[in-house]
């Protein structure tokens, strides 16, 4: 795989593994906030514009949500996820 291409997927797995730590500092989450921004303007060079929509973009917000919510991995639930979750739970008791 060509550099450019690499390195760019690399700090995208970064951010989001960074995102989805268990835990938040307000700097780190800052940080990324910057970040992202030059990850996606890589992406854009690199892939077609057909690549990105709305969904690409909403990665832009996800620091500010993680600092107004907190961690995220309890709010990253689909709504199956959350049935289910919730069947097992009525089940259990």
Do not use: N, T
């Not at 760019?8 to 307000?26: E, I, V």
């Not at 199956?80 to 739970?89: A, D, G, K």
Request: aromatic share 12%.
């Amino acid at each position: 795989m060509q550099k450019d291409i690499c390195d760019a997927l690399l700090q995208l797995g970064s951010f989001f593994r960074q995102l989805c730590s268990k835990s938040l500092k307000l700097d780190v989450l800052e940080k990324l906030e910057e970040q992202i921004i030059f990850v996606l303007c890589k992406l854009e060079m690199i892939f077609p514009p057909a690549f990105f929509d709305i969904v690409v973009h909403l990665a832009v917000h996800l620091p500010q949500q993680a600092r107004l919510g907190g961690p995220v991995q309890y709010r990253w639930m689909f709504f199956i996820e959350r049935y289910v979750l919730i069947r097992i739970l009525l089940f259990v008791l």
